[in-house]
């Protein structure tokens, strides 16, 4: 692979692209002009043998219905090879979105008022899932150092909240604090939640993309005797977030034949052809292009930490330990923001951006950088927090960061004196 691979520029303008898309942008941003660094994809073209199978999927003139006998096997591989996890093909079903599967779990695993646990702050589709059916959201809030700037798991109140809940949606590494677990902590996790009766759906989508060791939830849950499921994709590895291919573990045999049943009678179990074929190219061919792709992704993490330190010391740069997404307390600058917000209503004016919260309006307006606000991981209470997708050219980051820095540098001449 060439050695410039993940700093050639990619223009994404003008495509089908939501992450590049201006009304999308704006209704976050509180400006379509806004350059992008919210939604989890990244700007990186994916590994060139994917490139070359999907141009010769295409060209092949018919795009039928797919049919591969081996592709649990070839997740299996995967998992033995990336993760040291040895999985039973016959344990493995292949599904579309993970968003689909951990909907449908929940929907098997729980009835209407059940609680079920989301640790917060959350990727947001987790909470839509409890509340679309009519569940109870019992939010299991992290634990966050002030002075340290870290998350953590709360024991105490995961046992305390157990008592509410029958499942939990546990995210790991989790997002969008970049929390990679140890095996203590999913020890600890899976013996708590067998304790009180509470099964686990693990979405690991950001697995692949730890910088230390991942250790799935699924095995150490089973030597727990706690009910759980895996679920895996090769979407954000591979940057092929739009092709929906993802793959749900399971150690009960009878949850799982509960699982393809509901499939069956919703008519999901097929993936699109190119979906099949780019995401088995991936798991097959991809882990070069991986493996450089962590080397950028720490480069660019080390970029901002610099940054942060000489430049940005209002802010705290919350450094992830997996993935291409991190959080950023601004909660040294949130008092300024609400005055410029006072000041100019008309801007800030909530209807021009309603996916958006304050911080995410005041990047957008006055550093033209679209950051996902604090308040969609689960409301007010991490409003002084926007996440910032670092997957893109290091160039592009640090064009974003000087801006951001005048931003801010406004706010104090301005509101300071």
Known sequence: MQKDYFSQE??????????WNPKTIQGIAATGEAEPFWVADMDFLAPPEVIETAVATARSGVYGYPHVDTKEQLFCSWAKKRHNWIVDPKRV???????????????????KGDGVMVPVPAYQPFLRIVRNLERTLVAWPLLYDEESHRFSLDWDKFAELCKQAKLLIFCSPHNPSGLVFSEEDLTK??????????????????????????????????????????????????NIAGEHYSVAIFADRKLQTQFE???????????????????????????PWLEELLVYLQQNISLMETFFRKNLPSLSFIKPGASFIAFIDCSKIIA?????????????????????????RF????????????????????????????GTQSQHIEQALIRMQKAIQFLEETYSR
């Open 10 to 19: 990619v223009n994404r303008r003008g495509t089908l692209s939501v992450k």
């Open 93 to 111: 079903v292949t599904c579309s979105g993970m968003l689909t599967s951990i909907a449908l779990l929940t929907e098997m695993l729980t009835k």
């Open 189 to 238: 996790l899976t013996r708590i939640a067998k304790e009180h009766g509470v099964v686990i759906i693990s979405d690991e989508i950001h697995a692949d993309l730890s910088f230390k060791a991942h250790h799935s939830l699924l095995p150490i849950a089973q030597a727990q005797g706690c009910t759980a499921v895996t679920c895996m994709a090769p979407s954000k590895t591979f």
């Open 261 to 287: 049943r509901r499939l069956e009678q919703l008519f999901l179990t097929e993936n699109s052809f190119f979906s099949t074929t780019i995401a088995l190219s991936a798991y097959e061919k991809g882990e």
């Open 336 to 360: 300024l923001v609400e005055q410029d917000a006072l000041a100019n209503p008309q801007l800030y004016d909530s209807k021009n951006s309603p996916n958006g919260g304050l911080l995410s």
């Open 363 to 390: 990047f957008g307006l006055r550093a033209e950088v679209a950051l996902n606000d604090g308040t969609w991981f689960g409301g007010e209470q991490y409003r002084s927090f926007v996440r910032f997708n670092f």
